[in-house]
């Protein structure tokens, strides 16, 4: 009996001795696994004080912060105190630059400069531009600028139009001021992705909004991310033009765990314009954000998307069509060609089939991509 409660008691002592190496050893492991995920809101409004309300109400349940908001870009106190209160809430930050001033705020690149030394890792990176694929396809230019306008005169072709985007977003001042300092870049887009990424993004923010397929743009904007060796997030932006703008907290919590079982490694609100103190968020998004939070930080960061899972669709090179619906513009200059509708046909075909093991990519001989997948369609595959 003695040896019994010796060896019982000698078991307790392993247990309250190992157990607290054992949880800490697990929480260590969640949390490092998931150093390089970021979720948050975006930030559109225009004072300090509203930065910090909004700050306050997510810092629980958040990790990153985009000051996107033209007034603080343009306002070098407030940026740094706004930038200032997210480091000291624990927070990363990216920041809004329509573009980078060499005059009127020419302390834009000072800012650029001493950035990263001031706060470290927290500082993520810049957001340059806004939707330049998007506005291509709708614009038939990437910037509203005469410059941009000029570059796109007299486009011939496919090819033709594919190297002047590629071309002319880099070669843009803003760009390499960016560059040359090895600040990365980030953007939101609804379309191009690929050429977005080989015009020097570093990462690009999939928009989930409106009726958009979330499957067939996860599909574009991470392909892209794949085979290119980029990162890539999503965006949960407007489903309306007006009043309440956004999806409600359940669909918007659907979307988040969308993003993060696709491999997001950014998931982002959109928050603007002001409808409440806070900008359009309501408690019901706040209450999906913290959901969708403690669910995913109660494990270690997967990818549920296995690598030898998945499945690529490729398109003909510099193809450069919307593909939001049938009949979106190629390039923003021409009308969907003979190409488009077996396209059309096949792609729904294998989102149907793969849902999101499925990646849309191109033709291009400076990408490897055979090794990546475990099935390859291309465009005139036959599909049944």
């Known amino acids: 009996m003695k040896l019994v409660w010796l060896v019982l008691l000698i078991a307790l002592l392993v ?3 190992c157990l607290p190496i054992v949880y800490f050893y697990y929480e260590t492991k969640s949390d490092k696994s998931n150093d390089d995920f970021f979720f948050g809101v975006s930030f559109g409004l225009n004072t ?12 629980g349940y958040t990790n990153l912060f985009v000051i996107n908001s033209w007034e603080i870009s343009i306002n070098e106190t407030a940026l740094n105190e706004i930038c200032e209160y997210a480091v000291n809430a624990k927070m990363h930050f990216i920041v809004f630059f329509d573009f980078i001033s060499h005059s009127a705020y020419s302390w834009h690149l000072t800012w650029l400069d001493t950035a990263r030394e001031r706060w470290g890792s927290n500082f993520l990176g810049v957001y340059l531009y806004e939707e330049p694929g998007g506005r291509q396809i709708d614009e038939g230019q990437w910037d509203r600028g005469e410059v941009v306008r000029k570059i796109f005169e007299g486009v011939s072709n496919y090819s033709d139009a594919a190297n002047r985007f590629v071309m002319s977003i880099p070669s843009s001042r803003s760009m390499q001021d960016l560059k040359n300092r090895s600040v990365p870049v980030f953007t939101s887009d609804y ?6 990424y080989l015009a020097g993004y570093d990462a690009i923010f999939v928009e989930f909004g409106w009726n958009h397929s979330r499957i067939k743009h996860v599909a574009l904007g991470r392909g892209a991310a794949n085979v290119q060796d980029k990162k890539w997030g999503a ?22 765990i969308t993003a993060y079982q696709a491999g997001a490694q ?3 609100v959109f928050n603007w314009p002001r409808i ?10 706040f209450n999906a954000m913290k959901n969708f939070w403690n669910s995913i930080y109660s494990f270690p960061r997967n990818t549920f998307v296995k690598a030898e899972e998945k499945v690529a669709f490729v398109l003909p090179k ?9 009949d979106d513009r190629i390039w923003g200059f021409w009308a969907p060609d003979d190409l488009a509708p077996r396209i059309w046909g096949n792609m729904n075909k294998l989102i149907e089939e793969y849902g999101l093991r499925l990646d849309i990519i191109y033709d291009d001989p400076r990408f490897c991509f055979e090794e990546k997948y475990s099935k390859i369609y291309f465009w005139n595959s036959t599909i049944n």
């Not at 300090?48 to 810092?59: F, G, N, P, Y």
């Not at 965006?235 to 988040?256: A, C, F, V």
């Not at 409440?276 to 998004?285: K, M, S, V």
């Open 318 to 326: 510099d193809y450069g069509w919307g593909m939001r619906n049938l």
């Open 235 to 256: 965006i949960i932006t407007w489903t309306y033009e007006r009043s309440p703008y956004l999806e409600n907290g359940t669909k918007m919590l659907q979307d988040m």
């Open 191 to 196: 379309a191009l992705y690929w050429f977005d």
């Open 15 to 17: 247990s309250v001795v």
């Open 48 to 59: 300090t004080s509203e930065a910090k309300l909004l700050i306050d109400k997510v810092k």
């Open 276 to 285: 409440n103190q806070y900008g359009i968020l309501e408690e019901e998004h």
């Open 266 to 268: 950014y998931i982002i």
